[in-house]
């Protein structure tokens, strides 16, 4: 059993910042790799930002410049830290890790989700 659980998010003022963290738990035998996704009212879940065990990176166009992803292996945990925030940055944000635990292939493991509301 893998357990993934975030933390962070909350209500903050456009152009804020926030940081959200998650750590992944259980049965891990290896990571491929962790990122976070957001899905906004009414829109599909979509990319937000993706972190390789190797330390390659990768960003939704939208929050190029503004927001960074960083990992620690030896902790199975992965951050975002969040600048400069949009309204349209309002969404439930959930953390994602491909987890091998041992079996034939590496499964995509879902945290709960956290909001983050930007708004005045």
């Known amino acids: 059993q893998v357990h993934v659980v975030e933390s962070g998010g909350g209500l903050v003022q456009p152009g804020g910042s926030l940081n959200l963290s998650c750590a992944a738990s259980?049965?891990?035998?290896?990571?491929?790799?962790m990122g976070w996704f957001r899905q906004a009212p009414g829109k599909q879940r979509e990319l937000v930002a993706v972190?390789?065990?190797?330390?390659?990176?990768d960003y939704a166009d939208a929050v190029k410049g503004r927001f960074t992803i960083s990992g620690d292996n030896a902790k199975n945990t992965v951050s975002l830290q969040m600048n400069s925030l949009k309204p349209e940055d309002t969404a439930v944000y959930y953390c994602?890790?491909?987890?091998?635990?041992?079996?034939?292939?590496?499964?995509?493991?879902w945290g709960q989700g956290t909001q983050v509301t930007v708004s005045s």
């Open positions: 994602n890790g491909r987890i091998w635990s041992g079996g034939l292939r590496s499964d995509d493991y």
């Open positions: 259980g049965r891990i035998v290896s990571i491929n790799s």
């Open positions: 972190i390789t065990s190797g330390g390659s990176t």
